[in-house]
């Protein structure tokens, strides 16, 4: 079983190579160059007509959209564990689909100005925007505060990989996700896993947070 993962650094895909860095399954990686526009080429629309990544090809196959791709590989390695265990499935699920609606949708706008019409945002939009993340920021918080250090209690999951992967997103906002106590720990947690690390180094991202040794 061979995956085929097309993916940009620091981008959404980077939440689906540790997926599959999770379950030891084989995979090779096809980079695409954002800054020659790669995501926009023909032959790559053709695999995902949004022109974004990631793309997962599987059996021959191209699947996209992030949150499914990584319920994806969930449900065809069970023993990875990605979904927690089987009593954890339906909230583990629903974990996948808030990530998926509301902050990594709300984060869109924040990155992307022109999918709201704009060349850069009016300042009451970006803080809007900014309120609504803060706002997810402290739920998620309270939630770990009271039932962590996991999403899902003390079972690690897929959901914390891609949780963690969105929060790094914020790091140069007016105040990032590690400001919060217990998404800080979360952090801490997941970005000390060796798949972290593993595709931290193949991706050559810089290391983060800031006060953690590679």
Same mark, same amino acid.
């Given at each position: 079983?061979?995956?085929?993962?097309?993916y940009?650094?620091?981008?959404?895909?980077?939440?689906?190579?540790?997926?599959?860095?999770?379950t030891?399954a084989?995979?090779?990686l096809?980079? +695409?160059?954002?800054?020659?526009?790669?995501q926009?080429?023909?032959?790559?629309?053709r695999?995902n007509?949004?022109g974004?990544v990631?793309t997962l090809?599987?059996?021959?196959?191209?699947?996209i959209?992030t949150a499914?791709l990584?319920?994806?590989l969930a449900?065809?390695h069970?023993a990875?564990? +990605?979904a927690?265990?089987?009593e954890?499935?339906d909230?583990?699920?629903q974990w996948?689909? #808030?990530l998926?609606?509301?902050l990594q949708?709300?984060?869109?706008?924040?990155?992307?100005?022109?999918?709201?019409?704009y060349a850069?945002h009016?300042d009451e939009?970006a803080?809007a925007l900014?309120?609504?993340?803060?706002?997810?920021?402290n739920?998620?918080d309270?939630? +770990?505060?009271?039932?962590?250090p996991y999403?899902?209690?003390?079972?690690?999951?897929?959901?914390d990989?891609?949780?963690?992967?969105?929060?790094?997103w914020?790091?140069?906002?007016?105040?990032?996700?590690?400001?919060?106590?217990?998404? #800080?720990?979360l952090?801490q947690?997941?970005t000390?896993r060796p798949?972290w690390?593993?595709?931290?180094?193949?991706?050559g991202?810089?290391v983060?947070?800031?006060?953690?040794t590679?």
């Open positions: 079983m061979m995956y085929t993962l097309y940009a650094p620091a981008t959404a895909s980077m939440a689906v190579h540790l997926a599959l860095l999770e030891g084989p995979y090779e096809q980079l +695409l160059d954002f800054e020659k526009n790669q926009k080429d023909p032959d790559y629309r695999l007509p949004n974004v990631p090809v599987c059996d021959g196959k191209p699947y959209e499914a990584m319920m994806l449900e065809r069970p990875a564990g +990605l927690g265990t089987p954890h499935y909230e583990w699920r996948m689909v #808030y998926s609606h509301n949708a709300t984060y869109r706008f924040w990155f992307y100005p022109s999918e709201l019409g850069t009016p939009v803080h900014q309120t609504r993340i803060e706002k997810i920021w739920q998620l309270q939630h +770990l505060n009271a039932r962590g999403l899902l209690g003390a079972q690690f999951s897929a959901a990989l891609y949780l963690t992967v969105l929060m790094r914020s790091r140069n906002m007016p105040h990032p996700a590690t400001e919060w106590p217990a998404l #800080y720990r952090v947690l997941i000390n798949s690390k593993k595709m931290m180094a193949i991706e991202v810089d983060w947070p800031e006060d953690q590679a």
